[in-house]
């Protein structure tokens, strides 16, 4: 259902989007067509909302085309897969022109070239609020990293550093003052993440396979959805947490952000006991550190604290629990 | 970016989905995992936004989730392909509880059942106004139909009646006014639409493929994308327009909904010349009119007036034309 105008704007900005071999048919028909696979294949969808999930202040059109698909490349990167084939529906409001779109398209494009993933269809439709919702197709070679197949005894692992992102977040939404350098990075790590992708295929080849998932509701709920899925219990060891030096610099020792600020796009893995951080960290390619270790299921998510008391986690899940409305 | 209420309520409405043997991994982590294909697939992504597509006055949540799906179903069925797996995004706004959900998710688990499709992931957004994104992958067996193949001297047919949907909506909207039977199959028609998928995959068998497009935005629209794919031009038969007794009962001889009020789902299609409507109607399932010839480009669009005369159709491409605000 879409007006003329809108099915004109669509084609012009799928016009200059680049496809390779293993699409048969781009955009501009009813569906693209897609060569067959021989292996499997990753589908997954997520969606950005104005005034939900970013403002129009915070990121420039191409920005947000980049980080329409990082936040989708995040899911393949969490199965251990590489993405290959993006659909995209835009909620267009009032007020965007023909220009914005150009731009927004021209950073998905940049964004999509970069991971190798062809964006071979997309749909407009009138909206109150400006949306960005972008299906993904990827492919594994071997295994696949699940939430449910964490065991008790296995060591949880993080890539990166958490809380950057909801920092950054609240800087722009100016709760939080910053300057600098340290705001400059800050909101970097909000406006453009960067899908693991690399170390997700290298976590797959790992014998067993990890459970993995990635950061985007913050540790603790992402790694509540391991335990839910798995049936374990874990314990999160405070003081292992890994902050930015810019994070320290301006949070201070704040922990609730990289607790539960979500839109980290790290990822949390688990691994059978042995595995050293530094010699994960050159196989990876991205820093990791341990954080805590799956136990059983009727311990639930407990936290350890500085003088190794260990407390229950309970009231401190996600956003809903923090009063923070994003 | 889930809140843990969020996350939850598509774990439930997730729960009693049916997959099949293709999705090796279903709903509940970062994607799902499917099963490689042999055959070329179709990749599409569609949207309806309250407001904007629909009211909530308008259709029960399970007739609003059936018709997510086939609003997509349709796209596959002019590919001439074989749904198989869907995601979808539902943006939730304040004011629909849970009960609503799961309603919405009963229609659209029943309306893939009956289509052979696999709902195999979602995410779930806030948002201003209730939207439903579904991105759905089929297969296709041999041949595709295409947009761009229509040549100069085919014949242009459509399947069903035209101007049903638009009809019904306006009736619903309080527009038009109708009662008892032709008030219910006129809303009928706009709010359960039926994908042609049998009629689709039958075309496709034909040699040469047949050029072909399901017509959401209206005939004379949607056969301009064929046009414009093509690089030909067309014309329209008024005469030839296929109207339910319902419409004409109702809208008398006001063609512009037939024209231009999409929402059909029917299939236009081009052939070379020479078949017969009741002999194609037998052989696709479905009733089938010829409407009219593509001709050289030079000549745009043209509709054939009863008395003759061949008018141009500028100006009667859709509902930006025609002062409409569907």
Redesign the interface.
Known sequence: ?????E?ELIERLCRDLPYGRRT??GP??????????????????????E???FELAWLSPEQLGERALA?NL???A??G?SPR?C???L?IRKGLGAAFFDRLYRGLGRAARAAGVDV????I?????L?L?V?L??E?AGQ?????TARSGDEIFVTGTLGDSALGWRIMAGEIEARGAARKYLVDRFVAPQARLGAGRKLARMRPAPA???I??GLL?DL??IME?SRVGAEVDLAAIPYSRHYLAVAGDRADLALSG??DYELLFCLRPGHSAPVLSRRLGVAVHRVGRIVERRHGLRLRRGDGRLVPASGM?????LGVD?
């Open positions: 259902m879409k007006q003329p105008g099915f048969l048919l501009g028909d009813d569906c693209a067509v897609l060569a067959p696979t021989r292996r499997p294949q990753l589908f997954t969808i997520d969606s950005m909302v005034g939900v999930h936040v995040s899911d393949i969490a199965m897969g084939s659909v995209v529906n909620g071979v269809g997309g749909n439709t009138r909206s109150a609020q949306t919702t299906a197709l990827g594994v696949v990293l699940r939430r449910d993995a998932i990635d985007s509701d709920a509540g959805h899925r979500g839109e899940l996600g956003w809903d629990q994003p």
